[in-house]
């Protein structure tokens, strides 16, 4: 059984922009590119994707972040991360409100929330150390292809949140998530873009993770079920200088974030 947990983006929320910090124009962006022929892999390398309770729970804002650390850390160079399952609901109860004690509350999360619970708080993993959000900024157009690819190969992840129809329970660890008019929106949901494979190499040319797997997603899938996309930076992935990341104004995002409630 899977479960859903995310709330829609309220947009009358104040939010950065990643669009409104790139050096260069903001249709091709200032982030390096993400070729069509390349494999802009974050995924390969990571052994398992817990489920993190979201088999039972509708905490899959923060599994998904959960699995965001396990990734982006490995391919930073370090070891890959895990979090105890009480971490992520701990996570989930203090952004939510849900009581594991009771099951009362299990009423989902906002993906803004998570991430500011991140970066005043942050998760602790397995080995003690604390994870934390420095910066982070909306997708203006968090659908557009290679905004995504460009995301991934410069933050190591993207959080994504979709309106998930039917069609993907149907579809989940079987085939690619693809889009089928007409099939019923479930809930929200979060995932996490781990993978962008070379265009015309496989159906599902995205790799997210969810539901303690990784599921492979077709463009269209995107183009209609994508509500909201962030990045976040984090110390490990990039330098907090900014010098890893030559087309975005990383200082002055992070100087922004005192805008962000």
């Known amino acids: 059984m899977h479960k859903y947990g995310r709330n829609r983006r309220d947009h009358s929320r104040f939010?950065?922009?990643?669009?409104?910090?790139?050096?260069?124009?903001?249709?091709?962006?200032g982030l390096e590119q993400a070729g069509n022929s390349e494999d802009v892999d974050r995924a390969s390398k990571v052994p398992d994707w817990p489920m993190y309770g979201n088999d039972a729970i509708g905490d899959c804002t923060i599994a998904a972040m959960g699995h965001a650390y396990t990734a982006l850390e490995m391919y930073a160079g370090h070891l890959g991360t895990v979090f105890p399952e009480s971490?992520?609901?701990?996570?989930?109860?203090?952004?939510?409100g849900y009581d594991p004690a009771?099951?009362?509350n299990d009423n989902g999360a906002q993906m803004q929330d998570v991430l500011a619970y991140m970066r005043s708080e942050g998760m602790t993993d397995q080995l003690g150390k604390t994870h934390k959000v420095v910066a982070y900024a909306a997708l203006g157009r968090p659908a557009n292809p290679a905004l995504l690819s460009q995301c991934l190969k410069t933050f190591g992840s993207v959080y994504v949140g979709?309106?998930?129809p039917q069609s993907a329970e149907d579809e989940f660890g079987r085939e690619p998530w693809t889009y089928e008019p007409?099939?019923?929106?479930?809930?929200?949901?979060?995932i996490s873009l781990h993978r962008r494979h070379p265009y015309g190499s496989k159906v599902g040319v995205?790799?997210?993770?969810t539901w303690g797997a990784i599921?492979?997603?077709?463009?269209?899938?995107?183009?209609h079920y994508v509500e909201e996309a962030w990045i976040f930076v984090t110390e490990d992935w990039i330098e907090s200088n900014g010098s890893?990341?030559?087309?975005?104004?990383?200082a002055q995002l992070q100087a922004d974030m005192r805008y962000v409630g």
Not at 87 to 96: D, F, L, Q, T, W
Not at 206 to 209: E, K, P, R, V
């Open 87 to 96: 971490e992520i609901v701990k996570a989930y109860s203090a952004v939510s």
């Open 162 to 164: 979709i309106d998930c």
């Open 102 to 104: 009771t099951g009362a």
């Open 206 to 209: 995205w790799d997210f993770s």
């Open 182 to 190: 007409g099939s019923p929106i479930l809930g929200g949901h979060a």
């Open 244 to 250: 890893t990341c030559d087309g975005l104004s990383l």
């Open 215 to 223: 599921q492979p997603v077709t463009s269209p899938f995107l183009a």
């Open 15 to 29: 939010a950065l922009t990643i669009e409104d910090y790139l050096r260069a124009n903001p249709v091709t962006g």
